[in-house]
């Protein structure tokens, strides 16, 4: 099973305990079901003598005693695998689910690692954050891996900084940054299905771990499977000295610093917009009303059915603001009832952040991140210009993107000044890049991926929707006092740096020889071996490859990336003579192949409904000469 960056694309693990499959030929050994798997039976055996959660061990002799292998495979038959973004699984027994067991083991793994890693962790100590997610059946939950975490690392002498309550993403980062710690560690699965957890990992530098940090951990944790006396001791660990609370203390600091970047107070206090704010029964509510304080911006109204945590999510299909519409729809009842314009949404972990406007027409726009990330980095950019009027200081100011987001920010820097990079996709190698700017006495503006994350304060080196929300809010008052919606200052960046327009999506494949093939067929386009990519998509002229996968770019002298390359997934960027750029990738943690396109025009070129249509063709070549959805079978993405 792979983990990392994305959603989960397991089946809950609460059917377990009404498993179908039966085994003909199971029989018992000194008391234990044998399956007729030498492997499967070792992996169950041993997890029966480590596991002291009783309903896991439950369900786990109830489908030996059922005989359900098939299952049982699912279970045990690859450990969950440790990756940059740490783990992310369904919630359930077994070593390829998120339980008890597992996260002591990960943990005892991780903190092997940083005692080799670190001669001051004890006295540095480590932070751990945790969600309000829950799994009754298997008896697991964000709050009690978290507790278990933090017996294991008090086993062995290191002060923890356990939040006493639940918190948002970024205040795990805030907190190794604030106090000088070792390592952070939330336990989230953000926006996944209800049934999934994860185990997300910083370093001590405040961003998420980069390999090869993932690999030397993932070794730790198979050194450290048995666990250690004390590790399920965390009735001992709640009273021990080590433990610390940093709740006060983060939740006042985090709010300090984010008020650097509050600019317009006065205009906040008696500003009358109206702004609806829903935290999609995640733990949001609370921190975004702080936040909206401390900026002296107006409380936003909140989504009532929503505002409290609920690990059932009962409101909403899938906790995800990034899908649009069917999340946001009582907010745009509530928000129609009020009078309010805008609504702000963040994913159940807080580190996203989703926002909608009505238009002169009643009807509701909901930005995508490409142009939400335009706005704010137009705002903090202006923000910042407004404070340091001194020409030469913009050379010393940066923007960061990923790869697979808009280029807009490009072409702001441009024709502003100022220094804009890309990175690989996922906040991991934006937040370490920044931290490296950072130490250098750089300025660090901004930072986003298109999938809604936005970092727009240094003070958190990952993307932030509490932080994000207000500045949003503030930039919403600044644009309400000059009789500008949100949407015409979007055409009004695109007007003066000129047209991004995007157009992402995805196919779902369950089948990695198909994904492989694929890609191979993009690689060897013209059938006559190595590189040789496609120098046309239908119509439209490429003028650039770089293969991500390979190390291959042909914009290079030597044809090699200059970004790092990956041979675990599969990712090319083809650059067409019309302006467009569309990169195919596929998912981390699920069975997806993504696309993202855009089309960039000049400054000037402003007949959007030609580029649209354009970028339509652009996309529709891709589907059909690269993807070739019916072929390959893939099924699209649901509506």
């Known amino acids: 099973m792979r983990v990392g960056e994305g959603g989960s694309s397991r089946k809950p693990f609460a059917s377990l305990e009404t498993s179908s499959v039966v085994c003909q030929s199971s029989n018992m050994e000194n008391g234990f079901s044998k399956t007729g798997d030498t492997k499967l039976d070792k992996a169950v055996r041993q997890w029966l003598q480590y596991d002291k959660n009783p309903k896991t061990v439950s369900a786990v002799e109830k489908l030996l005693k059922d005989g359900a292998v098939e299952t049982l495979k699912k279970c045990f038959s690859s450990r969950m695998e440790f990756g940059t973004a740490g783990l992310r699984a369904a919630m359930g027994p077994g070593i390829?689910?998120?339980?008890?067991?597992?996260?002591?083991?990960?943990?005892?793994?991780?903190?092997?690692?940083?005692?080799e890693s670190f001669g001051n962790l004890k006295e540095r100590g480590v932070v751990i954050g945790y969600d309000a997610r829950a799994h009754p059946p298997s008896g697991g939950s964000s709050k009690q891996f978290a507790q278990l975490a933090a017996a294991v690392f008090i086993s062995r002498g290191v002060l923890v900084h356990l939040f006493s309550d639940i918190t948002p993403t970024p205040f795990v980062p805030f907190a190794v940054s604030h106090l000088g710690l070792c390592a952070g560690i939330m336990v989230t699965a953000s926006h996944n299905p209800k049934q999934d957890n994860g185990y997300k990992v910083y370093w001590d530098n405040g961003a998420q771990i980069v390999s090869p940090h993932d690999k030397a951990i993932s070794k730790a944790i198979e050194e450290n499977l048995e666990p250690w006396s004390e590790s399920w001791n965390t009735e001992g660990a709640l009273k021990s000295p080590l433990l610390k609370d940093p709740y006060k203390d983060i939740h006042t600091n985090y709010f300090k610093a984010i008020q650097k970047h509050c600019l317009h107070r006065e205009l906040n206090k008696s500003s009358e917009v109206k702004i609806v704010h829903t935290s999609v029964h995640g733990v949001g509510h609370t921190f975004v009303q702080s936040a909206f304080e401390a900026f002296d911006l107006h409380p936003p109204y909140a989504v009532v059915e929503q505002k409290e945590p609920d690990p059932e999510f009962p409101?909403?299909?899938y906790p995800n603001p990034e899908?649009?519409?069917?999340?946001?729809?009582?907010?745009?009842?509530?928000?129609?009832?009020?009078?309010?314009?805008?609504?702000?949404?963040?994913?159940?972990?807080?580190?996203?952040?989703?926002?909608?406007?009505?238009?002169?027409?009643?009807?509701?726009?909901?930005l995508s991140g490409n142009e939400l990330g335009a706005l704010l980095g137009w705002w903090m950019f202006h923000c910042w210009r407004e404070q340091s009027p001194d020409d030469a200081a913009v050379k010393h100011v940066y923007m960061l993107a990923s790869t697979v987001s808009s280029k807009i920010l490009r072409a702001i820097a441009v024709k502003e000044g100022f220094h804009f990079e890309e990175t690989l996709t996922g906040f991991k190698w934006m937040g370490n890049r920044a931290r490296e700017l950072l130490d250098r006495g750089k300025t660090v503006l901004f930072a986003f991926e298109e999938a809604i994350g936005y970092m727009c304060s240094p003070s958190v080196l990952d993307k932030d929707g509490v932080s994000a929300a207000a500045i949003a809010g503030e930039m919403v008052s600044y644009l309400a006092d000059k009789h500008k919606s949100l949407s015409q200052q979007l055409t009004a960046i695109y007007e003066e740096y000129g047209y991004h327009l995007s157009k992402n999506s995805y196919f779902i494949c369950h089948d990695q020889d198909v994904i492989r093939s694929l890609f191979e067929r993009l690689r060897n386009y013209g059938g006559d071996g190595k590189d040789s990519y496609p120098s046309k998509c239908g119509p439209f002229s490429i003028t650039a490859v770089r293969d991500l996968t390979t190390g291959y770019d042909s914009n290079q002298p030597d044809n090699k990336a200059i970004l790092p390359t990956s041979r675990s997934s599969q990712m090319i960027t083809f650059t067409f003579s019309n302006g467009g750029v569309a990169t195919m990738r596929t998912s981390g943690t699920e069975p997806k192949i993504k696309y993202y396109t855009e089309l960039c025009a000049a400054p000037g070129n402003s007949d959007v409904e030609h580029l649209k249509k354009e970028l339509d063709q652009l996309v529709d070549a891709i589907i059909e000469n690269f993807l070739e959805p019916q072929k390959n079978k893939l099924q699209p993405k649901p509506e």
């Open 323 to 366: 899908e649009g519409e069917g999340v946001l729809t009582l907010s745009f009842s509530l928000a129609e009832t009020e009078g309010a314009n805008v609504v702000l949404a963040n994913d159940p972990d807080a580190d996203r952040l989703a926002v909608a406007e009505r238009q002169e027409s009643g009807q509701w726009r909901v």
């Open 315 to 317: 409101t909403v299909k």
């Open 96 to 115: 390829a689910c998120m339980n008890d067991l597992t996260i002591i083991q990960t943990t005892q793994g991780f903190c092997h690692y940083l005692e």
